[in-house]
């Protein structure tokens, strides 16, 4: 973890309490309230209509969060385009692709749901792990959501499009918004970027359909009291793929129970948790920034720098395969997770229920539309 990064973690942790740290708060307190006052603002122009959604024909359901990074968006997608897949309905997966090294191409698909048809680099290295997870779903890349959308429907013709990382993308009107929180910090300190992690306000709690707290231990967690449908999500280690083969060794197969870990992702001490609860005790734990672009050099030397294996993240695998040679993927294991729903599991079939609904909706519109024109 670089100085910075922890220091930021210092800054908006309530716990920390020294003149220094209060001193920075103090100077950040401005921009904070300003950035606050910006995006209550932007939310409330596209309520009242003075900003406008770009509607497209099929039915769009975000996935999103109020805070920056780390609550499970990927998995929660990748569960959801899941059920609905089983339930026969062609889905795409559109995200913009954050950090991705090459963005020559403004719109980049994925893919087809067929074949993987581009790299990390052109595609970031969450919709890639969602491309892999899941080669059903058709997945694709964009900043401008309602371009990618656009150009999805007219060459898939998706029954429905899942937007990853969403709520906060309001140019693109959605029919459903399902908001993740944490459920070891909800909205975190409270307070909006730079001093604290809230990228929209609590307010915003109000246009989602169903809160989801993830990352939850037990199904007692009730952090927070809504009117709004809520469920809980867990984690669970499915098992450890090495990186030179595509078979999965469960949890209670792995052959080590001392390694080495290294992660890019937003809450790297939830990964480390993860590891001691499979019975894993780590020699040592490289980490590095959220979404971290890898050098060939870095990660050769974090996979031959311990006689021990080393553990990643899916999401830092999809990086790593590509860094490092043959011999080392030996030594370097993938950890395999999903998200599962704890409970109320009801509430969450009502949602996939109501989806379901909305996208024959919309097909029947459609139909009835071409049926019009004597088509």
């Not at 890349?141 to 990382?165: E, F, M, S, W």
């Not at 019975?279 to 590095?288: A, C, P, V």
């Not at 790593?320 to 599962?340: D, F, G, R």
Request: with cysteine; hydrophobic share 40%.
């Amino acid at each position: 973890m670089s100085p910075l990064h922890r220091l930021y973690s210092r800054v908006i942790d309530v716990e920390q309490k020294s003149l220094g740290i209060q001193a920075i708060r103090w100077g950040l307190r401005p921009i904070s309230y300003l950035y606050g006052a910006i995006i209550s603002a932007r939310r409330r122009a596209y309520h009242q209509g003075l900003f406008r959604s770009e509607r497209v024909s099929c039915c769009v359901v975000s996935i999103g969060n109020l805070t920056v990074g780390g609550t499970g968006k990927t998995p929660i997608t990748l569960a959801l385009a899941r059920e609905l897949i089983k339930r026969g309905f062609r889905i795409a997966v559109i995200s913009r692709g954050y950090k991705r090294t090459h963005v020559s191409e403004k719109i980049s698909i994925v893919s087809d749901g067929k074949r993987i048809l581009t790299d990390v680099a052109h595609a970031g290295d969450e919709p890639l792990m969602i491309a892999r997870q899941e080669p059903r779903a058709i997945v694709a890349v964009g900043a401008n959501r309602v371009q990618v959308a656009r150009l999805i429907i007219r060459k898939y013709t998706p029954d429905a499009i899942l937007l990853d990382d969403g709520f906060s993308h309001l140019a693109i009107a959605r029919d459903f918004d399902l908001l993740l929180l944490h459920a070891d910090a909800p909205t975190g300190n409270g307070q909006f970027l730079p001093l604290g992690p809230l990228r929209e306000a609590q307010s915003a709690l109000s246009d989602a359909d169903l809160i989801c707290f993830t990352r939850c231990r037990s199904s007692q967690i009730e952090p927070m009291s809504f009117h709004i449908p809520t469920i809980r999500s867990g984690y669970r280690v499915i098992g450890f793929r090495r990186l030179d083969s595509t078979d999965i060794t469960p949890v209670h197969r792995f052959p080590h129970k001392k390694a080495t870990a290294a992660s890019g992702i937003a809450n790297p001490n939830d990964f480390a948790r993860i590891l001691k609860s499979c019975g894993i005790q780590l020699n040592r734990h490289h980490i590095f920034p959220d979404h971290h672009p890898y050098f060939k050099a870095e990660a050769r030397r974090i996979a031959t720098s311990s006689r021990l294996p080393v553990i990643v993240t899916e999401k830092d695998a999809v990086k790593w395969e590509s860094l490092i040679n043959q011999e080392q993927k030996k030594s370097v294991w993938a950890t395999v997770m999903e998200s599962y729903i704890m409970e109320p599991v009801q509430e969450w079939e009502r949602f996939l229920d109501r989806i379901g609904e909305k996208i024959r909706e919309k097909k029947s519109v459609i139909s009835g539309k071409f049926q019009d024109h004597g088509v």
